[in-house]
């Protein structure tokens, strides 16, 4: 790995616990900036009002975080083609990133480079064709690793061919990534695949850590008590009041409910806790502050 670049499973043992992930971004900016519905969603906000998206990465900083994830969910390929931008993918990229580095500044902040799933992530059934779904995962983990980016930081992924081509690719290419995995009440993904084998497929290509993101509490909760944890495991789980897919989301778990929700898992040792989709940095130094009473040296 590149010495310039900051190690997460060393930042992890120097803290000596669970490292804490940012919250929400895309669903707060909506509601701090007002931007209209794009294609390229948030990420259109990295070239209209870049303060607001630095600003942000540098609140989560603030409150707590050790890990703030790139305001990149949709700068990928097949999203960009559809997008009507002034600007190559490669520097949409890049700019998209930098902002997180500017955030950062000096401090040792792992910046997680946010790789969404190629289409909308709660789409069930994918629309594009194998070669597209390779370019795009594999184009759009090249431009955020050459521009930076810590680790491999991929989101919401819930089909077994993108899984596989993702997890193929950066093991290839020796590109450190987490794998966060989104699933159904029935504990499968949304290609109708067990989670538990799309874990193991996924083991083999040596992530550095296997994750759960944008799950209700409750969600999370079933698959916790009816399954072995992944050797290195995260979570960062959903705060939205109604449903998962809704537009316009808001919070719906206050930041003390929250930390009350995650302290069951403590026990199983995790690499990571945040807080997904209607949650705010007052999750994230809710979480803080509840580490700094539990996990004093």
């Known amino acids: ?3 310039s670049r900051i190690d997460i499973l060393e930042k992890q043992k120097s ?3 669970p490292l804490i992930l940012d919250g929400a971004t895309g ?3 909506k509601q ?3 931007f209209e519905e794009n294609i390229l969603w948030s990420s259109i906000v990295n070239i209209t009002d870049p303060k607001k998206v630095i600003a942000l990465h540098k609140e989560y900083i603030y409150s707590g975080a050790d890990i703030i994830t790139t305001n990149t969910f949709r700068t990928n390929p097949e999203v960009y083609k559809q997008s009507n931008i002034n ?3 490669e520097e949409f990229v ?3 990133v930098q902002l997180a580095i500017e955030a950062r500044n000096e401090k040792e902040i792992i910046i997680a480079g946010s790789n969404a799933p190629a289409e909308d992530c709660y789409q069930t059934e994918r629309t594009i064709s194998k070669y597209d779904l390779e370019y795009n995962h594999k184009k759009h983990i090249e431009l955020l690793w050459e521009s930076g980016v810590d680790v491999i930081w991929n989101e919401t992924q819930s089909h077994w061919d993108e899984i596989e081509i993702i997890s193929k690719f950066c093991s290839a290419n020796s590109i450190p990534f987490v794998m966060n995995f989104f699933f159904t009440s029935e504990l499968k993904l949304l290609s109708g695949d067990p989670l538990t084998e799309a874990i193991k497929m996924v083991v083999d290509y040596s992530p550095i850590c296997i994750g759960f993101n944008c799950i209700k509490p409750e969600q999370f909760l079933k698959y916790y008590e009816g399954n072995d944890l992944p050797k290195s495991w995260g979570l960062y789980l959903n705060c939205g009041a109604g449903n998962v897919d809704d537009k316009n989301i808001s919070c719906g778990i206050e930041p003390k409910e929250y930390v009350d929700l995650l302290k069951p898992f403590l026990k199983s ?3 990571f806790v945040g807080s997904c989709c209607g ?3 007052n999750h994230t130094k809710a979480i803080k502050e509840f580490f700094n009473e539990v996990y004093r040296n």
């Open 27 to 29: 669903s707060l900016l």
């Open 279 to 281: 949650s705010n940095p």
């Open 15 to 17: 803290l000596n616990r």
């Open 87 to 89: 600007l190559s993918n």
């Open 94 to 96: 890049q700019r998209s």
């Open 1 to 3: 790995m590149d010495k």
């Open 269 to 271: 040792n995790p690499l």
């Open 32 to 34: 701090v900036t007002k």
